[in-house]
């Protein structure tokens, strides 16, 4: 099956700093979404984006399919913007999530 | 319904008991997929419905794991004999249909077994 890797693992910011999450894939796919994994455990849909550039806030998201991988920017972060940060392909009924980039965000 | 909903939020089991989670799709979406995720790890992929096609049951685990979805909307994932490997949130989620479909998941339920 497809091969979904996330980068970093883990990331330590100080609020108001700037990041970006990785996704690599190996191989085309019909959808990728980026989540928020909040501390309660909750999936929160953050970017439906099989290709192309979006943004929300803070947030904006590229996917470069051509090159199989995803991007996703994180802009003056706050402490509420930790959690787990999941990517997950689809190719036909293929679904698959990597592991995730855990962000902690300090005061 | 406004979003996916699961129950229940949490289940504790004796090993060797049968549990049955809930889910219940947004109104109107034609797609379901269940999964898991054990403490501290990614998302493994259960079982995917789609209409009324035959489900695509790749992902359960062992026959221990089964699922159901009655009319098209909700659906109930069913363990049997469960064993403390089973310990998890179960999580699913729905989309409006094939492809390039938007996934949007509920709370999850929290299974532990002691």
């Known amino acids: 099956g497809i091969q979904v890797e996330q980068s970093p693992p883990d990331l330590i910011l100080q609020e108001g700093a700037n990041s970006t999450l990785r996704c690599n894939f190996s191989?085309?796919?019909?959808?990728l979404q980026w989540f928020h994994q909040n501390p309660w455990g909750q999936l929160i849909n953050l970017f439906y984006?099989?290709?192309g550039t979006k943004q929300n806030g803070r947030l904006s998201a590229t996917t470069v399919a051509t090159e199989r991988y995803s991007l996703l920017y994180i802009s003056s972060s706050q402490t509420t913007d930790s959690g787990v940060y999941f990517c997950a392909v689809r190719r036909n009924n293929d679904m698959r999530f990597g592991a995730g980039t855990r962000l902690t965000v300090k005061p | 319904g406004a979003g996916v909903s699961q129950s229940p939020s949490n289940k504790v089991t004796e090993k060797g008991k049968d549990v049955e989670l809930r889910c219940d799709p947004i109104?109107?979406?034609?797609?379901l997929y269940w999964y898991r995720q054990s403490l501290g790890q990614g998302l493994e992929f259960l079982i995917y419905?789609?209409?009324?096609?035959?489900?695509?049951k790749s992902g359960l685990p062992s026959d221990r794991f089964s699922a159901e979805r009655t009319g098209g909307s909700v659906s109930t994932l069913t363990i049997q004999r469960t064993q403390q490997e089973d310990s998890a949130v179960y999580l699913c989620?729905?989309?409006?249909?094939?492809?390039?479909?938007?996934?949007?998941f509920g709370p999850g339920t929290r299974l532990t077994v002691t």
């Open positions: 989620a729905s989309s409006r249909g094939t492809g390039s479909n938007e996934q949007y």
């Open positions: 109104s109107g979406h034609t797609a």
């Open positions: 191989d085309s796919v019909n959808n």
């Open positions: 419905f789609q209409g009324n096609s035959a489900p695509d």
């Open positions: 984006i099989p290709s």
